[in-house]
């Protein structure tokens, strides 16, 4: 089973890119942030000005620490499972993401919010030079058909598109 989770997700990293959205400034910075500790908050940065932000929401089902397979989930618009585009009328920080309570600055000019499409998360861990020891974790994410509406308006991801990888610590 393993190979088969490791074989869908090679062919999603292959065939994939940037996104074909009909926005002008679509390029996030590589490094995926993350908040929480059961209810993960993950999120990109824009590359240019980090106004932009795209976000995914998952829990300790998915962002797991152990290696056996992980069941894709589907998106809604709220719940577990989300995916958000956002637009700020200026520079986003983590404290944005990373509060309690979101601060009121800055203002979302637009809030494109995930309707359909799944999320695929693969947990590696990481292992100390002896070959045993367990260090920390990567969890590969990779998002598949996602459509944003806001309003009538649509958007909609490539087919396949690698959100990025996240790092946690050791089990425990």
């Known amino acids: 089973m393993k190979k088969i989770v490791l074989y869908v997700f090679l062919t999603f990293t292959l065939a994939c890119n940037d996104g074909d959205l ?6 996030f910075e590589d490094e995926v942030s993350l908040c929480g500790s059961n209810n993960y908050t993950l999120y ?5 000005d980090q106004r932009e932000s795209l976000i995914v929401t998952l829990t300790d089902k998915q962002i797991r620490k152990d290696e056996d397979p992980v069941q894709p989930v589907g998106i809604s618009l709220t719940g577990d499972y989300t995916v958000t585009y956002r637009l700020f009328d200026e520079r986003v920080t983590d404290a944005y993401f990373c509060a309690a309570v979101p601060p009121i600055e800055p203002k979302v000019v637009k809030d494109w919010r995930g309707v359909a499409g799944a999320i695929f998360v693969e947990n ?7 070959g045993e020891t367990i260090t920390g974790w990567k969890h590969y994410i990779v998002l598949v058909d996602v459509v ?3 309003g009538d308006e649509e958007l909609k991801l ?3 598109f690698v959100f990025g990888t996240v790092e946690t610590g050791p089990a425990g």
């Open 22 to 27: 009909d926005i002008s400034s679509f390029e």
């Open 44 to 48: 990109r940065l824009s590359s240019n």
């Open 124 to 130: 590696q861990p990481e292992y100390d030079v002896d």
């Open 148 to 150: 944003l509406k806001i």
């Open 158 to 160: 490539d087919e396949t």
